[in-house]
């Protein structure tokens, strides 16, 4: 497992990239990987596994690029710290306390797995200001929109499909945002 600082460091040489031009590279490492992988599983020799371990990296890189440029343009920073939909539809500082209270007053992301799925936290001025997932099974189905509307009217979001490659998995899932009151400060 790679550190957060090392990833930052690979994801730079995507810096300056068009989103889908990462994506195609990420796809690319990530097929490299599989397939240094699967030259690994019938030799078992040790550069076939670093191989693999190097190309999955980028691709993971890439995934970081595509996170950390669609939150820049907005003045959000992509952070690993989870926030709960009281606090970001807030626009508050990250509680960590409010994760082990009662989900009913501090519901979390994954409390409605189906419209967060692969969340990505951001803030703004270290306020929670959005969340983006990624959704499995595109076209992005009506039925799943208007769920993603519901829980976003519930806790005071604002929900949106923007015009952005979902870097999980792309082609599979679709890129959806929640947003608080940080992020329209």
């Known amino acids: 497992m790679l550190s957060h600082n090392t990833l930052f460091r ?24 599989s397939e ?13 596994l670093a191989e693999a371990g190097r190309e999955f ?7 970081v690029r595509l996170a ?12 690993q710290f989870v926030f709960g939909l009281r606090t970001l539809a807030e626009g508050k500082r990250h509680a960590i306390g409010q994760l082990f209270r009662s989900r009913d007053k501090y519901p979390i ?5 189906a419209q967060f799925d692969h969340p990505y936290f951001y803030l703004r001025d270290s306020k929670a200001a959005a969340i983006a997932a990624h959704l499995n099974n595109p076209p992005f189905y009506e039925e799943t929109r208007s769920e993603c509307e519901a829980v976003a009217c519930r806790f005071g979001l604002t929900f949106e499909v ?3 490659p979902s870097w999980h998995y792309p082609g599979s899932t679709v890129l959806v945002l929640y947003t608080g009151a940080a992020a329209r400060q």
């Open 10 to 33: 690979l994801a730079d040489q995507f810096a300056g990239l068009e989103p889908d031009d990462i994506v195609d590279r990420m796809k690319q490492h990530n097929d490299a990987g």
């Open 36 to 48: 240094s992988y699967r030259c690994w599983e019938a030799s078992r020799l040790a550069r076939d």
């Open 57 to 63: 990296a980028l691709g993971r890189a890439a995934q």
């Open 68 to 79: 950390v440029d669609f939150g820049a343009p907005r003045g959000w920073r992509w952070t």
């Open 109 to 113: 992301a994954n409390d409605f797995h």
């Open 162 to 164: 923007p015009d952005f």
